[in-house]
């Protein structure tokens, strides 16, 4: 069996970009030679010397009727490879593709230009059903100022619920959270904030305040009381282990709380409290102030540091 890896995608999606960065990668300098079949041709074309130093021959099939196993197996028996590489062309039909028996799709992968997904959606649903549906990997790119990131992941999850689907800018991987992946329930009356709950709380806080603001939220805290605070003000929160026991430090936000003074300093308690969007110097600007609505005194839980690994 010869594995064949196929990625697929409308013209100017990405496609060749994705495949330029993996034929660079130290495990294509293996054993054995690589065929790159061409479905469609872009804007950006391969380099010759990526393609030599991959040991890649690159062969462009620009008819979809020659796309048949006649002519795949003529280009297998001219280059003996030990892997094939397929760039599909969009707008030829994924359920008519026909390989040569032998050849095994190890693995899909759909690119998207997450700026143009709307206008493929709307009008060529069956198509990007089509392209995604027995894709393992799907890749977002282009995703610079997009606000409707969740969207689109459902839009996708509801064709291929299985797929791992990854969003990408102009710096890299998104690595945000969406809304629905966040570990509590953003419309309960009450969020109830476990050890992990909070720690993605407090970051998705300093990144989407806007999914917090009037919330009410509850969880057990560590009290801080920085000798700069106004008197009617605290910081409860959590300390927190990033990497290692080195690496620790202390999350939590102002907290508004009539009786602070009465507070001993790091004594446990557990915190419900209303969540706005408020200046507060430490921040040279606006960000999340809490407002305490109870706080109990409790005793210190079995594992007292949080850990982000």
Request: aromatic share 12%.
């Amino acid at each position: 069996m010869i594995p064949v890896y196929l990625i697929n995608g409308f013209l100017e999606s990405g496609k060749t970009e994705f495949i330029a960065f993996t034929l660079a990668q130290p495990y294509f300098k293996s054993k054995g030679k690589t065929l790159l079949l061409v479905c469609e041709e872009g804007e950006t074309d391969y380099d010759a010397d990526l393609l030599k130093r991959a040991k890649t021959f690159m062969e462009i099939i620009d008819d979809e009727d020659d796309f048949n196993p006649v002519k795949l197996m003529e280009l297998e028996q001219k280059y003996r490879p030990e892997r094939i590489i397929i760039e599909y062309n969009g707008m030829w039909s994924m359920k008519d593709m026909v390989l040569p028996k032998h050849w095994s799709v190890e693995q899909q992968i759909t690119n998207i230009d997450a700026r143009s997904f709307p206008m493929y959606y709307t009008n060529m649903k069956s198509m990007v059903a089509e392209m995604v549906r027995n894709s393992e990997l799907i890749i977002f790119n282009r995703c610079d100022g997009i606000k409707e990131l969740s969207s689109y992941k459902r839009n996708v999850k509801a064709v291929n619920p299985r797929a791992e689907i990854i969003f990408e800018d102009a710096n890299g991987e998104i690595n945000e959270m969406m809304e629905e992946e966040l570990p509590y329930d953003l419309h309960q009356p009450v969020i109830e904030l476990d050890d992990m709950g909070f720690g993605i709380w407090y970051l998705d806080s300093l990144d989407h305040l806007e999914r917090y603001e009037g919330k009410t939220i509850s969880f057990l805290a560590q009290v801080l009381k920085p000798k700069a605070f106004p008197k009617d003000y605290f910081v409860p929160g959590r300390l927190a282990m990033t990497c290692c026991a080195e690496d620790m430090a202390f999350l939590g936000f102002a907290c508004e709380y009539e009786g602070a003074k009465e507070l001993k300093e790091k004594s446990w308690i557990k915190v419900m409290a209303k969540v706005a969007r408020e200046y507060w110097p430490d921040y040279e600007g606006e960000g999340p102030v809490l407002h305490a609505v109870r706080v109990e005194e409790t005793k210190e839980p079995e594992n007292p540091i949080i850990s982000f690994t």
